[in-house]
């Protein structure tokens, strides 16, 4: 009674016939309406009559079922049905009205909660025995009620979620493409989005109603699975685990899940548990082959564990990986280890699979590699040793595919397996397998391989990971990266020594501490010492890659393998680090600061590695970019000033003060050329305040200490900017260091400059005594030329005066005595018959330098005697002394004159002295720049011509005028026969240019050009820095504006009217002429040097150009086709069939770089592609048109004029036409229909070049020295990747990586084909039907020609076991199996081939590939 009570609400008695069997024909795809007042009483009822129902049931049920386990008699509750006259037929129609009303969008709170309600109802029935005979199961019904819980449950709509995903997708979206729409689906999308505009808004309370019925709905599924088989129902089965892994995003799990084989569903709480256990459940015997229903369940998990949301079709979406996400993907992850752990071998194989596709199906963005990589090695930890080696061999194949992510996915992956213990083999093992176990094996076969991979990201993540692996604690692999960089057999680490080795110091890393006293075998059994140094050159090389990335990651792995001993702590590999801080990429530089400073911080007890923090960190504090300036400031900042504290003698400096005052102490010292940039950054910083009076103090506390000497380079360059200092301290200093003669040069030259910037703060009796001090110690002429020069400029500090005449006065006064002292000086030594017999070389020089420096700052008190003094050191003239009256020829060298018996040394100081004396007066520099031009072309010592060329560069800034006219004198010295001379005059012209006081004209250019080829490569890559770096950016065409020229300058051929026709002597032409064969290879260098820096507006001018000034002058005769003119024409046309000719719009690649298979595009990316596709268009019309209309002609007439004279120049036209017309080989007759011969003579070279280029390749790919071998524990291959054909349609079965090898594909095509023939039969499959062959031995036959014949073979995968890469498919030996696989469609899309057999395999049917 109390049922039938329940049942009343539904109103079964007043439902009409005719509608329940009209539901029942509609097999309840669609919703029945009932009479309206019908439907209004039936639909009155509330919750409560649901629950009371259902609770009626569910007693029932228990109590059939505990009288079924004892026997004892029971009444059916289907024959209570009966007795009540309830028909069973129009409960379950009745029940499908309420789950259909839910369906829909526009449902609201009761409609949703009913459904529910009735769909668990309806649930609960089918699992009551006896359900099926009633007729209560029907699939359709049951897949409605089972995945309900999608339609009544409020939330983003399915469709903007998927948008949501995409565009997270597309975030970072270089490599991001839109899914294609059919139209179709774009309207039904578009309904789809007006119905989720009307969508209700749902209260706290009524989305806990709904979410308690779906709670009741999803229990009422699981007790459904544990009584109600779907062993015969596999789209049903296939059905449940597709809803329950929705629901694993339902509602966040609070805590850590449980998954036991029988639990108690009224205790699961939230409903990813339940949806755990009801994965669990259909995982058992009763819902069919176990098998199966776990391949169903791992391909359901595989995307919740990639994060992405996979609807019934389309490419799947990536999810925003929140917290929610990530703790679900963990659970799952968890949940399939446990799945494993229970099921063991059954679910190994499949976990392979798993472990295939999350690697196969991975994207491309970072943060989705790294959860993905972790997923990998978290459920590798599941596997036994043997099926860990299979899966490390799948993925050594799967690091070489064609495809960017694969290989880049495939380093995160060994990165989380070298973390992990390392495998020891299993009993029984397969010896092939033990290979792939051990940790080197990861390093060295997959990781290092990749450092010469196509893609340059995977290059970079490659290297990047190798550094990483030095950081963990794992010995295995630290030997196996001493092994690839260290020849040496053995090593032994002492525990706690400290010696300057590589593998001990202080600051050991962590892979050592804990090794015990004995000698650590490092094996080189694998790598030689060839491959040691190569593999280290390498690392170097890629240091200065041309991509950004690349850069960046090798300056990584260079600075691990340095911090971890693997390579010696050299300057030479040292320098690498402090170079890239001037990298041209901004993030390079920054991440080379990082780097110096990170090694720094390991070794701060090194000297070496302290020199190349500061040559790298220093110099960048004056860099163009202000972020740079900034980081180099913060560790400046960071590592010098926060260091300096109060110092005290009786205390120890701890280990940063330390490395502080050594860092100061090498600036003093080795370091003395930063000194410059240093200072840069204190200006920076007196800006900032940031020296504050206790840091003074502080600093000046640490002048006593024995450091004394970084204590007083900090306060020259503070003190300027500091408002109150002690300066009794400072003078007190001063009078110690007069005192004393112990006092380092740096030392004196800081306290003096110190002196000189707190002048101005001084009494004049105090600055009084120093000036006495400072002349009395300038006239001993016992200083150094560095404290001579601070003492000079200290000097005129104190003179300074707001009135300037009486600062001249004063200069005058003192300047004007040191130069009267010097010119005694050198009268005594020149005017003197036996005056250089007992010469002292530095008295001298001191005399000279401070003449030199007292002159500049006194002109009026140098005279015609003090001149000609300084002249004699150059030459010896003492009877024009004594006279005073003529002046010296000007157009004769210096070292024309009389020789005098002067050291180089003061000859050369000398030199510098008289242009500082030149610099004050405009009549000595029209007198001596003659004779300094004339010097530079004559002279023989190397040190005073060095001297001539700055002295003349600075008169260059001063008297520009007068100088221009001798530029070429000094371009010349840029093929000087000393590299020095070379070098400082391309320095000095640079910044001549710079600063425009030189302008391009006559030859310069051209000499720049020469300089490109210097012999020296320092010198050239200097002038290619200075070229590209500084003076293109100030004149963009220069480049274009000269090239032509160029082209009859280094062939020196000045027969045409307007080019090469600037002014040169015969000795300057022979100096810089790259004429004749033997230069070839130097000009076309400076050509490809230039071409690569034109833009292409650039290159189709110049092309036009060379038309008009070279081709056509020789097509009308205007130049002789003689031997030079043949020459020209043969290096016009070796020019214009240069790849660097190409115009970029066309050659350059659109979007994503060769090799590389974006996996994605965003729209931004689309669209610029879309633009460069139109674009490459049209710049390839108008570059056609340019040619016929203007370029053929030419050919035609050049080809006739070369026939006629026989000139071998008609090899290079026709080497010429055959690079051109590749792009238009169909079009040939089009474009020279005027010359058929011509037209046949392109065809034919055409073909030919084709047919040699097809007879190569097949001589490599016919190679009897085959090189891919399987991977195994000796060595393994290290290709690049291959070209591998598309995915399968998608099926969850083991994906295709890219073959090994391209080589035996081609090779064994034959044999594949043939054994088509032999292998007809269809195997079944419910995954996926491929198409393949097996390549048996001796499957190769002495027919050379077959049709095409073969069927398509439908492969099981033996229980899942991939067989394209295991055991069986990957050996290339002639004794196994190959697997090729390849989708019906694919063999659809190609005709089918002959099968041409090689003559080669013919003649060596047995020979190994």
């Not at 002159?855 to 004594?882: F, I, Y």
């Not at 073979?1353 to 069986?1368: K, M, P, Q």
């Amino acid at each position: 009674m109390e049922l039938n009570s329940a049942l009343q609400f539904l109103k079964l008695r007043e439902i009409p016939e005719a509608w329940v069997d009209a539901v029942w024909d509609l097999e309840f795809t669609e919703r029945k309406s009932l009479d309206d007042t019908i439907e209004e009483e039936v639909t009155a009822s509330g919750d409560k009559a649901f629950r009371n129902l259902y609770q009626c049931l569910l007693a029932h049920a228990a109590d059939q079922q505990q009288s079924a386990g004892t026997d004892g008699a029971s009444q059916s509750i289907w024959a209570t049905l009966g007795e009540n006259g309830v028909s069973v037929k129009s409960l379950v129609a009745v029940l499908s009205f309420f789950i259909l009303s839910g369906k829909v969008k526009s449902a609201n709170v009761q409609q949703r909660v009913s459904s529910l309600h009735a769909a668990s109802l309806y649930l609960l029935l089918l699992g009551i025995p006896g359900s099926i005979a009633n007729k209560v199961f029907h699939e359709v019904l049951l897949d409605t009620c089972s995945d309900l819980t999608s339609h009544c449950w409020p939330q983003d709509s399915g469709k903007k979620r998927k948008k949501d995903g995409l565009k997270g997708s597309q975030a970072e979206g270089k490599r991001s493409r839109p899914q294609r729409k059919d139209p179709a689906e774009m309207e039904v999308e578009e309904d789809e989005d007006e119905e989720e505009e009307e969508e209700l808004h749902f209260s706290g309370q009524d989305l806990m109603k709904i979410r308690d019925a779906v709670v009741l709905l999803v229990q009422s599924l699981l007790r459904l699975l544990q009584t109600f088989q779907l062993k015969d129902r596999p789209q049903s089965a296939s059905s449940c685990t597709q809803i329950f892994s929705k629901l694993l995003y339902l509602e966040p799990v609070i805590g850590e899940l449980t998954f036991a084989t029988e639990q108690d569903i009224t205790k699961l709480r939230s409903v990813p548990e339940m949806a755990f256990y009801g994965l669990q459940l259909l995982c058992s015997p009763q819902h069919g082959d176990q098998t199966e229903s776990l391949r169903r369940v791992f391909h359901r998990l595989l995307y919740v564990i990639l994060m992405m949301n996979k609807g019934n079709r389309g490419k799947p979406s990536l999810l925003t990986p929140s917290q929610d996400v990530l703790s679900t993907r963990n659970q799952t992850i968890r949940f399939v280890c446990h799945l494993v752990a229970e099921r063991k071998e059954p679910a190994l194989p499949l976990l392979h699979i798993l472990l295939q596709h999350i690697c196969f199906q991975m994207v491309e963005k970072s943060e989705f590699r790294s959860h993905g990589a972790q997923a990998v090695g978290m459920l590798t930890l599941q596997m036994t040793s043997t099926h860990y080696a299979r899966f490390v061999k799948w993925l050594f194949n799967f690091s070489r595919h064609s495809k960017m992510v694969c290989r880049l996915f495939s380093v995160d992956v060994v990165m989380v397996l070298l973390e992990q213990p390392e495998r020891k083999p299993e009993e029984y093992q397969d010896p092939e397998l033990i290979g792939f176990l051990p940790h080197k094996f990861l390093i060295q076969s997959l990781l290092f391989a990749r450092r010469m991979d196509e893609s340059p990201t995977v290059q970079g993540h490659a290297l990047a990971s190798l550094a990483q692996c030095l950081e963990l604690p794992s010995l295995n692999v630290t030997r196996a990266v001493h092994n690839l960089f260290s020849s040496t057999g053995t090593q032994t680490v002492l525990d706690g020594e400290t010696t300057d080795e590589s593998l001990s110091s202080q600051h050991t890393q962590k892979t050592y501490r804990s090794l015990p006293f004995r000698t650590v075998e490092i094996s080189s059994t694998d790598t030689s010492v060839c491959d040691v140094k190569e593999n280290l050159a390498l690392l170097l090389r890629r240091v200065k890659d041309c991509k950004t990335n690349v850069r960046k990651s090798a300056l990584q792995a260079l600075v691990g393998l340095l911090k971890h001993d693997v390579i010696p702590m050299s300057w030479e590999n040292l320098a690498v680090l402090s170079e890239r801080c001037r990298d041209p990429a901004v993030s390079v530089k920054k991440k080379a600061l990082q780097c110096v400073g990170d090694l720094l911080a390991a070794k701060p007890e090194s000297s070496v590695v302290q020199k190349a923090w500061l040559q790298g960190v220093v110099p960048a504090v004056v860099d163009s970019e202000n972020s740079v300036q900034d980081k180099a400031l913060e560790a400046l900042d960071q590592v010098l000033l926060s260091q300096v504290k109060l110092y005290s003698a009786g205390r120890h400096l701890d280990a940063g003060q330390r490395l502080t005052w050594d860092l100061l102490g090498l600036l003093c010292h080795d370091c003395r050329n930063l000194s410059r940039y240093f200072s840069r950054a204190f200006t920076i910083w007196s800006k900032q305040n940031k020296f504050t009076p206790m840091f003074i103090t502080n600093l000046i506390s640490h002048t006593e200490a024995d450091h004394d000497a970084g204590a007083w380079l900090l306060l020259s360059k503070v003190v300027a900017s500091s408002p109150r200092l002690p300066y009794g301290k400072i003078l007190d200093a001063w009078d110690s260091m007069i005192s004393s003669k112990d006092v380092s040069v740096t030392t004196c030259c800081h306290i003096i400059a110190v002196i000189g910037d707190i002048a101005a703060h001084l009494n004049e009796e105090t600055k009084d005594r120093i000036v006495n001090d400072l002349m009395s110690w300038l006239k001993t002429f016992t200083l150094s030329l560095e404290v001579i020069s601070a003492a000079m400029e200290t000097l005129h500090q104190l003179g300074c005066n707001e009135d300037i005449k009486e600062t001249q006065a004063f200069l005058n006064q003192h300047c004007g005595e040191l130069v009267s002292v010097c010119e005694a000086y050198l009268a005594s030594i020149i005017l003197t018959e036996k005056g250089t017999e007992n010469l002292n070389e530095d008295l001298m020089i001191k005399h000279l330098h401070t003449l030199g420096l007292a002159s500049l700052q006194c002109p009026a008190k140098v005279g015609k005697r003090t001149v000609l003094l300084v002249e004699s050191v150059l030459t010896t003239h003492s009877d024009k002394l004594a006279e005073c009256q003529e002046e010296l020829p000007p157009l004769l060298p210096l070292s024309q004159f009389k020789a005098n018996s002067l050291p180089t040394r003061v000859r050369a100081h000398g030199v510098i002295t008289l242009g500082k004396l030149c610099l004050q007066h405009e009549e000595l520099v029209q007198k001596y720049l003659p004779v300094f031009a004339r010097e530079l072309e004559v002279g023989t010592e190397v040190a005073v011509r060095n001297n001539v060329v700055v002295i003349m560069c600075d008169l260059c800034v001063r008297y520009t005028n007068i100088v221009d006219h001798y530029i070429p004198n000094i371009s010349a010295c840029l093929r000087d026969s000393e590299a020095v001379i070379r070098e400082h005059a391309l320095i000095m012209l640079t910044n001549l240019l710079q600063e425009e006081f030189v302008k391009w004209k006559g030859s310069l250019f051209f000499r720049f050009m020469v300089a490109l080829v210097d012999p020296v490569p320092a010198i050239a890559s200097l002038c290619e820095y200075c070229l590209i770096h500084l003076l293109l950016k100030k004149s963009p065409e220069m480049f274009s504006q000269h090239f032509i020229e160029c082209i009859f300058h280094f062939n020196s051929y000045s027969k045409h009217k307007s080019y090469n026709k600037f002014p040169q002597s015969e000795s300057e032409k022979v100096r810089f002429s790259l004429k004749g064969a033997q230069h070839r290879e130097k000009r076309f260098r400076i050509y490809r040097f230039l071409l690569e820096h034109f833009t292409d507006a650039q290159r189709f001018n110049i092309t036009n150009k060379i038309n008009q000034t070279v081709l056509a002058c020789f097509a009308d005769e205007e130049l002789p086709l003689d031997a030079d003119g043949a020459e020209i024409l043969s290096e016009a046309f070796n020019i214009l069939s240069l790849k660097e000719m190409k115009l970029q719009a066309i050659s350059a690649p659109a979007g994503a770089t060769e090799g590389e298979e974006p996996e994605e595009e965003n729209m931004a990316t689309m669209a610029k592609a879309v633009l460069q596709a139109a674009q490459k268009k049209v710049v390839s019309q108008v570059q056609k048109k340019a040619f016929i209309e203007n370029t053929v002609p030419l050919i035609i007439g050049l080809k006739s004029l070369l026939e006629q004279k026989r000139s071998p120049v008609l090899r290079d036209l026709m080497a010429y036409l055959q690079v051109t017309m590749q792009e238009y080989r169909n079009e040939v007759k089009e474009f020279f229909g005027g010359d058929e011969q011509l037209a046949a003579e392109v065809e034919f070279a055409l073909k030919t070049a084709e047919r040699e280029r097809e007879m190569e390749e097949q001589m490599e790919n016919c190679s009897l020295t085959g090189d891919t071998k399987t991977p195994t524990a000796q060595g393994a291959v290290q290709g690049s990747p291959v070209t591998s054909r598309p995915l399968l349609p998608f099926s969850f079965a083991t994906p295709q990586p890219a073959r090994p090898n391209q080589l035996f594909v081609r090779q064994s095509h034959t044999d594949r084909r043939m054994s088509r023939s032999r292998q007809e039969e269809h195997v079944h499959s419910k995954s996926v039907a491929l198409e393949g062959t097996v390549m048996p031995k001796g499957a190769v036959n002495n027919r050379a020609i077959s049709t095409p014949k073969g069927v398509n073979i439908n492969l099981t995968f033996d229980e899942g076991v991939s067989a394209i890469f295991s055991d069986r498919g990957t050996s290339m030996g002639g004794e196994t199996s190959v697997l090729h696989v390849q989708s019906n469609e694919q063999q659809a899309l190609h005709p089918r081939q002959w099968n041409v057999q090689s003559p080669l395999r013919q003649k060596r049917p047995s020979a190994k590939v």
